[in-house]
């Protein structure tokens, strides 16, 4: 997390390097210097108000200059889309792609950025669209398993030690459409306790490392919303150990039931754990004044985080030239703050209002 001494020098024009504590691991950060918000990035809003503002990030593009710079303006934190899951980064027993992924640590580690690694478990139904290769898939036997989870785990978490600071340990682990666990693969072989067993092998790999379940479809569905309560509830009593929810809020229907978002973060927060948005997008789906619609709908969803005590939102992307919602639904529905030629659109201006608003002169 972003330290409260950003917080205090950020805007007020100090190019002072200063100590940024992020999970315990203390990196430095050059403070950026902005006289007023008006005149601060976007990014420096974020360190001043002392918040995580996060992009996913696709590692083909991020030689482009306009993609670079943009990020590089807006962004503190960044999470690798797909580079990390499984089957990209350890698509065959021993073989591993680590390549793009390292790119993406040293790229953040040159501009101080944070690094959220995304996921270390997810396998979603059909097998067919699993990120869990088909070798994994394979494995039927659960002490096999359970060391090729092992391993995976420990070789992942000891590489990026220090440099990943918070992972996605289990990915949507509730059926999509559903409030029950997701019968995958995992749960099929080792059985209902996996996910706790999965979060204690990933404490194990990298203590110091927060550890996340990040869920899907909760803050439209308020049975899910009750199960996913429930299960961290239960796994929180237990001791495992677990230290935030993502929520990732793909908004697809271009709004957002602000007050219903709210109380899942509270009822979340409630039980000791943190709270973060985590794949944050919104079609333009409105059929009059879609970009207004967005842009209210960013707002409401940053406002029902910073109202409570989360304190990282991240994107599913930036702009609308590359975004998954493009492929999984149908083109042009525009979700993202920056258009497909990286100018700002309104929803830019909206999340800018709120960090400036929870920045601590406020
Ligand atoms: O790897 C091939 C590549 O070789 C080929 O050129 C390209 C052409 O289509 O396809 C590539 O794979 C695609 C990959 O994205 C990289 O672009 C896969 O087919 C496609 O299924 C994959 O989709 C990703 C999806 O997760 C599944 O992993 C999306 O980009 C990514 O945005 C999406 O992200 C998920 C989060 O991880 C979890 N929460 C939901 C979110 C949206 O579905």
């Known amino acids: 997390m972003v330290s409260g001494l950003i917080a205090l020098t950020a805007c007020a024009g100090n190019d002072t390097p200063v100590n940024a504590r992020s999970s315990g691991t203390t990196t430095t950060i050059a403070a950026?210097?902005?006289?007023?918000?008006?005149?601060?990035?976007?990014?420096?809003?974020?360190?001043a108000a002392g918040v995580l503002f996060g992009t996913a990030v696709s590692l083909q593009h991020l030689d482009e200059p306009d993609y670079q710079?943009?990020?590089?303006?807006?962004?503190?934190?960044?999470?690798?889309?797909?580079?990390?899951?499984?089957?990209?980064?350890?698509?065959?027993?021993?073989?591993?792609?680590?390549?793009?992924?390292?790119?993406?640590?040293?790229?953040a580690?040159?501009?101080?950025?944070?690094?959220?690694?995304?996921?270390?478990?997810?396998?979603?139904?059909?097998?067919?669209?699993?990120?869990?290769?088909?070798?994994?898939?394979?494995?039927?036997?659960?002490?096999?398993?359970?060391?090729?989870?092992?391993?995976?785990?420990?070789?992942?978490?000891?590489?990026?030690?220090?440099?990943?600071?918070r992972w996605d340990v289990v990915n949507e682990p509730l059926e999509t459409l559903g409030s029950a666990v997701q019968k995958n693969h995992f749960w099929r072989v080792?059985?209902?306790?996996?996910?706790?067993?999965?979060?204690?092998?990933?404490?194990?790999?990298?203590?110091?490392?927060?550890?996340f379940i990040n869920e899907s479809t909760v803050e439209f569905m308020p049975a899910k919303a009750a199960a996913l309560v429930a299960?961290?509830?239960?796994?929180?009593?237990?001791?495992?150990?677990?230290?935030?929810?993502?929520?990732?809020?793909?908004?697809?229907?271009?709004?957002?039931?602000?007050?219903?978002?709210?109380?899942?973060?509270?009822?979340?927060?409630?039980?000791?754990?943190?709270?973060a948005i985590t794949e944050l997008d919104v079609p333009a789906t409105a059929a009059v004044g879609p970009l207004q619609v967005q842009a209210r709908t960013y707002a409401q969803?940053?406002?029902?985080?910073?109202?409570?005590?989360?304190?990282?939102?991240?994107?599913?992307?930036?702009?609308?030239?590359?975004?998954?919602?493009?492929?999984?639904f149908k083109k042009g529905l525009a979700p993202l703050p920056f258009d497909v030629n990286y100018r700002p659109k309104p929803a830019l201006d909206a999340i800018r209002q709120r960090l400036a608003a929870i920045l601590p002169s406020n």
């Open 231 to 275: 299960l961290v509830k239960g796994l929180v009593a237990r001791h495992v150990p677990i230290n935030g929810v993502g929520i990732q809020a793909h908004l697809v229907s271009g709004t957002v039931d602000a007050a219903r978002l709210e109380q899942l973060v509270g009822d979340l927060e409630a039980l000791g754990v943190e709270v």
């Open 301 to 328: 969803a940053l406002g029902a985080c910073f109202v409570k005590r989360c304190r990282e939102v991240t994107l599913w992307g930036f702009t609308d030239r590359y975004t998954w919602i493009d492929g999984a």
């Open 32 to 47: 950026p210097s902005c006289a007023k918000p008006a005149t601060c990035t976007t990014r420096q809003l974020a360190d």
């Open 69 to 107: 710079k943009t990020l590089l303006e807006t962004f503190n934190s960044v999470t690798p889309e797909n580079d990390l899951k499984w089957a990209a980064i350890h698509p065959k027993p021993g073989v591993w792609n680590f390549g793009p992924v390292d790119d993406l640590v040293a790229f």
């Open 109 to 165: 580690e040159k501009h101080h950025l944070a690094v959220k690694g995304h996921n270390l478990l997810w396998d979603q139904a059909p097998p067919s669209t699993s990120t869990t290769p088909k070798w994994v898939l394979a494995i039927k036997d659960p002490q096999r398993l359970r060391v090729v989870i092992r391993d995976h785990i420990a070789t992942l978490m000891g590489r990026y030690r220090g440099k990943i600071d």
């Open 190 to 211: 080792l059985g209902n306790d996996y996910i706790a067993e999965v979060f204690r092998i990933a404490h194990a790999a990298d203590p110091r490392a927060k550890l």
